[in-house]
């Protein structure tokens, strides 16, 4: 039974709740230290966010509870974990973040919840929060909400009419794994239909083509590889429309202790590296046209902790390069390491007038530029 605190004031309670909301991303707050995140005057976390559109702006994140009855073995809120339990009533939500949002210190708000008993009745008070906001409080403003895990279809498309963003933790790459994180949870009924239904909801044409989805993966609590959560990734850009995929690296002792992550070779801060290398991919193949095939992998089927995976795949592809940067299409430059899409357009607009003929015709010397330089040639 959960220990719920309700002497709490509002401010104490968000307090608690928004700090919790770290172990929930999905919308690429920074949590890897808390200079990513800002702590307000009234001890609430505001968290600098990456806009799926692209950008970056300020958004009030918060758990509505931190009450839960599942028991994902990587989460510090899940039932059977002995810490500080509160709720907070939907109107409590939207006074405060109508307060910050009147004085401009967000723009946004990102709302979740733990779950109890039945999913639908916290997705009730996210889905409550919203409808005061958007009917009774007219804003227009950007609202990011947590599918909840099992929420049910009409659950789904209520909060689809609401958000701007939605998003369902898919967590881990596959059932098998799934099962060494949840045994409440059913992976293909509480996790892969809600986001099949979102991205059917939400693809062009369709009654909610404006909203988006995004999903988080946490990294390395369940022995999955890193091939697998590329390959994962990859199916879910090119045939459920989600738009970005986040990564959120497990950090040991969060966790109960039978859970793989708990004992893998890989320290903290390996893990810290495999999330980041797995942004590296997840960019490669959103904007550099690779597709989850090509991206090299280690006989385990995982990531060099070393070197960056553009690197890798061009370490592996010999016959690729030289690249005359002079006659090279836009989507071959992109393949030279240290080259990104900045400097690629750079490129092409230099070479509409002369010819390159040494790498500082498009740049100052720096270290992408060295590298660069070592995969180029330069006639005409
Ligand atoms: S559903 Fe799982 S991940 Fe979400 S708060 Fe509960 S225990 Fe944590």
């Known amino acids: 039974m959960a220990n719920i605190i309700n002497s709490l004031d509002t401010q104490q309670k968000l307090s608690i709740l928004s700090q919790d909301s770290?172990?929930?991303?999905?919308?690429?707050?920074?949590?890897?230290?808390?200079d990513h995140r800002v702590r307000s005057k009234d001890d609430t976390w505001l968290y600098p966010v990456s806009l799926p559109n692209g950008g970056t702006s300020v958004l009030l994140k918060t758990l509505v509870s931190n009450v839960c009855s599942n028991d994902c073995a990587y989460c510090p809120?899940?039932?059977?974990?002995?810490?500080?339990?509160?709720?907070?009533?939907?109107?409590?939500?939207?006074?405060?973040?109508?307060?910050?949002?009147?004085?401009?210190?967000?723009?946004?708000?990102?709302?979740?919840?733990?779950?109890?008993?039945?999913p639908d009745s916290s997705m009730d008070r996210i889905i409550q929060i919203a409808n005061i906001l958007r009917k009774?409080?007219?804003?227009?403003?950007?609202?990011?909400?947590?599918?909840?895990p099992g929420s049910s279809d009409s659950a789904i498309e209520q909060a689809l009419t609401l958000a701007n963003n939605v998003s369902v933790?898919?967590?881990?790459?596959?059932?098998?794994?799934?099962?060494?994180?949840?045994?409440?949870?059913?992976?293909?009924?509480?996790?892969?239909?809600?986001?099949?239904l979102i991205s059917q909801l939400t693809q062009k044409g369709a009654p909610y083509s404006r909203v988006k989805q995004t999903t988080q993966f946490v990294?390395?609590?369940?022995?999955?590889?890193?091939?697998?959560?590329?390959q994962y990734a990859g199916?879910?850009?090119?045939?459920l429309n989600m738009q970005r995929i986040y990564f959120s690296a497990y950090q040991r002792g969060l966790g109960k202790p039978h859970l793989p992550g708990e004992h893998s070779h890989y320290s903290n801060k390996d893990l810290l590296t495999r999330e980041h290398r797995l942004y590296q991919v997840d960019w490669l193949l959103r904007k550099y046209s690779f597709s989850d095939h090509e991206i090299p992998f280690d006989t385990q089927g995982n990531l060099?902790?070393?070197?960056?995976?553009?690197?890798?795949?061009?370490?592996?592809?010999?016959e690729f390069f030289p690249l005359n940067i002079n006659r090279a299409s836009k989507e071959q430059l992109l393949r030279v390491p240290g080259l990104g899409p900045i400097m690629v357009s750079r490129v092409l607009k230099f070479r509409k007038q002369n010819r390159i003929k040494e790498i500082q015709d498009i740049?100052?010397?720096?270290?992408?530029?060295?590298?660069?330089?070592?995969?180029?040639?330069?006639g005409s």
């Open 22 to 34: 770290q172990y929930d991303l999905a919308c690429a707050c920074g949590t890897k230290n808390d």
């Open 77 to 118: 809120l899940r039932a059977d974990f002995d810490t500080r339990r509160c709720v907070l009533e939907p109107e409590e939500v939207v006074k405060v973040f109508l307060d910050y949002y009147r004085r401009k210190v967000v723009f946004g708000l990102f709302i979740s919840s733990g779950v109890t008993g039945n």
């Open 136 to 148: 009774r409080e007219q804003f227009k403003g950007y609202i990011h909400m947590k599918v909840l």
């Open 169 to 196: 933790n898919i967590e881990t790459p596959g059932e098998k794994n799934f099962k060494k994180l949840s045994q409440c949870k059913d992976y293909l009924n509480d996790i892969i239909r809600p986001v099949k």
């Open 219 to 230: 990294v390395g609590a369940s022995e999955e590889t890193d091939q697998e959560l590329v």
């Open 235 to 239: 199916a879910l850009y090119n045939r």
């Open 304 to 318: 060099s902790l070393v070197i960056d995976p553009k690197e890798g795949w061009a370490q592996r592809h010999p």
């Open 363 to 378: 740049g100052k010397m720096n270290k992408r530029l060295t590298k660069a330089q070592s995969y180029l040639s330069f």
